[in-house]
């Protein structure tokens, strides 16, 4: 499989339009993916992977080929993300969910089922704003980490960062996330 897509980003990086959109088409659920982790909204998640793939098509040629191009590309999407999270805090300060209608929602009963759902959307509720009290580096790191399962060094080279400080930004986002969800545990225990 590396193979066959080593050989359409060395036809796109030609200039080859079809073989961009197959690439286009085979990332584009991921890239998605990590943009709406990063932004944690959907119009904005959406207008990074459009921006995504145009910086990539117009950088393609100097992608080298040194890693993956799903890490090059990461790193794209990860930095396009953080532009449009700072364009979007001077300009906007919009509030943003996962899920508003779960967070309203209250049961009726003490059904076990429903307080489960209670706790899994006040969790959801806390990572959110665990989330967005992170810095991008931190955002990027943690989301990279623990959402994508991505190892350290991979994340370093979409970051542009060394592993220590890689692990550094991981280190400083877990613990903020954990001061967020503590209360939400300490209640459960």
Do not use: C
Request: aromatic residues 8%; positive net charge.
């Amino acid at each position: 499989m590396k193979g066959i897509e080593d050989e359409t980003v060395a036809r796109a990086r030609d200039g080859d339009l079809e073989a961009f959109r197959s690439l286009v088409e085979h990332h584009s659920r991921d890239v998605f993916r990590l943009a709406f982790r990063m932004t944690r909204n959907e119009m904005d998640a959406e207008d990074a992977v459009q921006e995504t793939f145009l910086r990539a098509y117009k950088k393609i040629s100097s992608f080298d080929g040194r890693s993956n191009f799903s890490t090059w590309l990461y790193r794209v999407t990860a930095n396009t993300s953080i532009d449009i999270i700072r364009r979007r805090q001077r300009h906007d300060s919009r509030a943003t969910s996962l899920d508003d209608e779960t967070s309203r929602w209250a049961p009726s009963s003490s059904d076990p089922s429903q307080d489960r759902i209670l706790f899994s959307s006040e969790v959801k509720k806390r990572l959110d704003v665990a989330l967005n009290e992170l810095s991008e580096m931190e955002r990027s790191a943690f989301v990279l980490r623990h959402f994508e399962d991505y190892p350290l060094a991979e994340i370093s080279r979409m970051l542009g960062l060394k592993t220590s400080a890689t692990k550094q930004a991981v280190f400083r986002a877990v613990k903020k996330v954990r001061k967020t969800l503590e209360p939400v545990v300490r209640a459960t225990s």
